[in-house]
């Protein structure tokens, strides 16, 4: 059997070997991009066992690429019927298979759904796509910025009168593919201990990205949502919710939506009280508020552009105005909050986020990075029962591929 613990990761100085709530699961994963690596990223940093299959070449970077980081690699030409049959013996064992290619790819490989849980009825088979496994356009090609605009997200996303923005990949491809994938395999995982029955996880980031947009659809229910972008009260349309030019070209973020925040910030910005103070949020909308917070806004924007970022830090920072700097990525990782809190981490040179969420019982072990594509095909292979020979005989004949 493949062994338990993933050998690229080790114990923090100190302590035992420790490996996250997820210790003792083990999780196939067909090397893909995007989501479905960030799905299996998740998993294997709360301590999954996760084997990447990948194919045979030199790979993308996976040093530096903290998608791939914590895994163990073998390289396989699946186009071979016996590195399919390795890919099925490799699932025997495990709680959990994850691809992300358009539905129908693994039916051909014979590593579908129907294929693989014939192998281990128990096996929670994650499928991670755009548009989902049916429907009109579910064998369609697209990328994260689609799945947002179908969901109606992307419409409320920008500034007003202004094109929508595409939100970097964050939305569909992580939150709401990546994350959900993750979640749904656990699920899964647990219901197959708990019945002995596998069954398939269809992760549609359509499907996710509407899940995020929950609380637009209740603002809807309520009228108070204005659709298109920079019209709604959490996209910028209020003078209180909003990201603000400083006298140096830099960039704050203002959130002061409850009325003590709201107060607050009257305050700290020396804003007009008789003429901001009547203009808190208070759960109505209509044509006159509007029309204020029209008014408003540039007034804010005055106050602000009159000083640095370094002085509204030192004036905001850690006040209940609801204030962050918008910093650069660099600037953010030496930012004390952060460096207290150690959410970022270098693995080897490479700045990373660390593991999360925490977990005070079983903490997770500090990341490890990525290795070449066919890393530890020898002993993936090994632990899978294969001979020393048969191990030989696979690499010579270009099945499988064993980096170094």
Known sequence: MVQKRNRHLKPRVGQGEIMGPLDGIRIIELAGLG???FGCMMLADMGAEVIRVERPGPGMFPEVDPLSRNRQSIACDLKDPAAVEIVRKLVATADGFVEGFRPGVTESLGLGPDDLLAVNPKLAYGRMTGWGQEGPLAKAAGHDLNYVALTG???LIGEKGRKPVPPLNLVADFGGGGMLLAFGMVCAILHARATGEGQVVDAAMVDGVTALSSVFHALKAMNLLDEGPGASILGGAAHWYDNYETKDGRYISIGSLEPQFYE?????LELDREK???HVFNWQLNDDVRAAWDELKPLVAE??????LAEWRERLEGTDVCFAPVLTIDEAAEHPHNVARGTFVRVGEHLQAAPTPRFSGTPNAAPRSGVAPGSDTRDVLEAAGYSVEDID???GSGVVQAAG
């Open 35 to 37: 989501p479905a690596p």
């Open 264 to 268: 607050l910030m009257i305050e700290k």
């Open 393 to 395: 005989a696979l690499i």
């Open 303 to 308: 106050a602000v552009r009159k000083k640095t």
């Open 153 to 155: 997200t992307l419409n």
């Open 276 to 278: 901001f103070a009547p």
